[in-house]
């Protein structure tokens, strides 16, 4: 219950410096790209502290799914016309498959997004461990970006990377958690 809560107090924590990013970058420089990627990060961070919150959150599953697959489509789309924006579509595929292979038998939870105190594994743990080796890897690159300085601290690459290591480790440790 601890680690839930922990989970929950750090993704929540990551909203701010998405939101910070939203309100104060210069998007006209940066890109649409960087624009949708930041609204991407919001997006996920919320999602997860949904799934981590040991009460659950506001959004049904099943809406949780929708968004997800539209956001993995977007970004799909976008690597696909750009080769950029694949660990967004990568990050968001993970997702909806974390929120759709959630043993939902009993629905104790009832409609409502939870993962802590799921007794029974995840649908297709092979999936899950290999999308965690992916995360646990992105996380590390980002941290040790972070660590060198070259993310660089203007235009909130710093503050991206930062949310990316932690939010990749986090993803990670979800995954694995749920497939072993």
């Known amino acids: 219950m601890a680690v839930d809560w922990a989970l929950t107090a750090l993704f929540a924590a990551l909203v701010l410096p998405c939101v ?3 309100v ?20 996920l961070v919320v999602a997860m502290v949904a799934m981590v919150s040991p ?7 099943a809406g949780w799914q929708a968004v997800l697959v539209l956001t993995t489509g977007w970004f799909a789309v976008a ?3 750009r080769r ?10 993970a997702m909806l498959y974390m929120v759709t292979a959630m043993p939902h038998g009993g629905m104790d939870h009832g409609p409502w997004l ?3 105190g799921m007794d029974a ?23 040790v970006l972070v660590v060198r300085g070259s993310a660089g601290a203007d235009s909130g690459h710093a503050s991206r ?12 440790y979800m995954l694995l958690a749920s497939a072993l």
Do not use: K, N, Q
Request: charged residues 15%; proline residues 5%; glycine residues 12%.
């Open 20 to 22: 910070l990013r939203l």
């Open 24 to 43: 104060r970058l210069d998007y006209a420089r940066l890109g649409a790209g960087v624009r949708h990627g930041d609204l991407a990060e919001l997006l």
């Open 55 to 61: 009460v659950g959150g506001p959004i049904p599953a």
């Open 114 to 116: 939870t993962m802590p």
């Open 161 to 172: 990377a930062v949310c990316r290591a932690a939010m990749g480790a986090g993803m990670g």
């Open 79 to 81: 690597w696909w016309r």
């Open 121 to 143: 594994r995840l649908a297709l743990p092979l999936i899950a461990v290999l999308a965690a080796g992916y995360f646990v890897v992105d996380a590390a690159w980002s941290g």
């Open 84 to 93: 950029t924006c694949a660990h967004h579509a990568l990050s968001a595929a």
